[in-house]
């Protein structure tokens, strides 16, 4: 007599269609997006006032303020990201990160990260430009290069428009799913979802607070976009499978 094998299936518990729990779920979904968008409101509104000075920077000059400051630390530092598909494959990358301090007029220190071009300029003691915008340094110039960086409304935005992307997940989950197959599951569902959401909120952000890039540089954008987003997006749809 021959036996049959059969593929073990991981234990799926599924909610019914009109449960208390899916409508918690699909409620909790639609909170955090309303929630996420109505925070975004503001810091939208600041980051399009901000996108108007870079036209006017672009064009007549001289609209950001300029602050006279000094390059007193700079230092390279690598982070490491390990991801893993739906079939268990781990893959690890590192990345060197490029980070300068410079001095304030007032005496205050600020420290970001920056691009290794300004970064090889950047040495200690040089003096640099620094580039304000209601106050707030929004770029840095030392020996000719420029590194600008998006104002605290801009970082603010993208915060507010990754929750948002987070609500729209647990919504679409409660109407279109809804089963539950352990935490392990939901945490790798989650991790994709949400680096999905990487490169289209970045992309969004730096379009409304310095114009859309055009020619070669969209292109690379938006390559890099499709691919990101497609790693993820077959990492989450092939979580949904049955294994």
């Given at each position: 007599m021959r036996l049959r094998r059969y593929r073990r299936l991981p234990l799926r518990v599924s909610l019914p269609k009109r449960s208390l729990g899916r409508w918690i779920v699909v409620a909790v979904g639609l909170g955090v997006l309303v929630a996420a968008l109505a925070a975004g409101a503001e810091p939208y509104l600041q980051t399009r006032q901000f996108r108007e000075a870079v036209a006017c920077e672009r064009g007549a000059g001289d609209c950001?303020?300029?602050?006279?400051?000094?390059?007193?630390?700079r230092r390279t530092y690598t982070t490491t990201t390990t991801n893993t598909d739906a079939n268990g494959n781990t893959t690890t990358t590192t990345t060197t990160?490029?980070?300068v301090t410079w001095r304030r007029a007032n005496?205050?220190?600020?420290?970001?990260?920056?691009?290794s071009s300004l970064y090889g300029k950047a040495r200690e003691g040089q003096?640099?430009?620094l580039r304000l915008w209601r106050g707030e340094v929004v770029g840095v110039e030392v020996m000719g290069e420029t590194q600008w960086f998006l104002p605290e409304s801009g970082r603010t935005l993208g915060y507010s428009l990754s929750l948002a992307f987070f609500g729209l997940g647990v919504l679409l989950w409660g109407l279109l799913f809804g089963w539950w197959d352990g935490v392990f599951m939901l945490a790798f569902r989650t991790f994709a979802w949400m680096f999905m959401s990487i490169v289209p909120v970045r992309m969004?952000?730096?379009?409304?607070?310095?114009?859309?890039d055009t020619g070669v540089g969209l292109v690379m954008?938006?390559?890099f976009g499709v691919f990101f987003t497609g790693i993820a997006g077959w990492m989450l749809f092939g979580s949904l499978d049955e294994w």
């Open positions: 950001f303020g300029n602050e006279p400051g000094s390059i007193v630390g990160h490029y980070e005496g205050s220190r600020q420290t970001r990260d920056v691009s003096p640099a430009t969004t952000t730096d379009a409304l607070a310095y114009g859309l954008e938006i390559v």
